[in-house]
């Protein structure tokens, strides 16, 4: 069974920069397309940004030129750089498959950005 831990969240000031990681396990990451997406307190998990296998990148209005999402197929992670971070990026950042049923969710990573 597929399994994604995140890790990399963390307190940070409005202005600052965090990146986040996702490990996946298994050999799977290669063929995906992968996503992060984040979930505020009381809204629905929304999609943040996307990498296909080949390495095309898409991003949702709020975080385009800010964030960066990349891949290492070698170490199986996707990675999400997060620049001049905003009170509204506060959220649990999970990752998980862009098209296609998605995987078992992990737990997410906090992050809190303090105005």
């Known amino acids: 069974q597929v399994q994604l831990v995140e890790s990399g969240g963390g307190?940070?000031?409005?202005?600052?920069?965090?990146?986040?990681?996702?490990a996946v396990s298994g050999s799977i990451?290669?063929?995906?397309?992968m996503a992060w997406y984040r979930q505020a307190p009381g809204k629905q998990r929304e999609l943040v940004a996307g990498i296909t296998s080949g390495g095309s990148r898409n991003y949702a209005d709020s975080v385009k030129g800010r964030f960066t999402i990349s891949r290492d197929n070698a170490k199986n992670t996707v990675y999400l750089q997060m620049n001049s971070l905003k009170p509204?990026?506060?959220?649990?950042y999970y990752c998980n498959?862009?098209?296609?049923l998605a995987y078992p969710w992990g737990q997410g990573t906090l992050v809190t950005v303090s105005s």
């Open 11 to 22: 307190l940070v000031q409005a202005g600052g920069s965090l990146t986040l990681s996702c």
């Open 29 to 33: 990451l290669s063929i995906n397309a």
């Open 88 to 92: 509204e990026d506060t959220a649990v």
């Open 97 to 100: 498959r862009l098209y296609g």
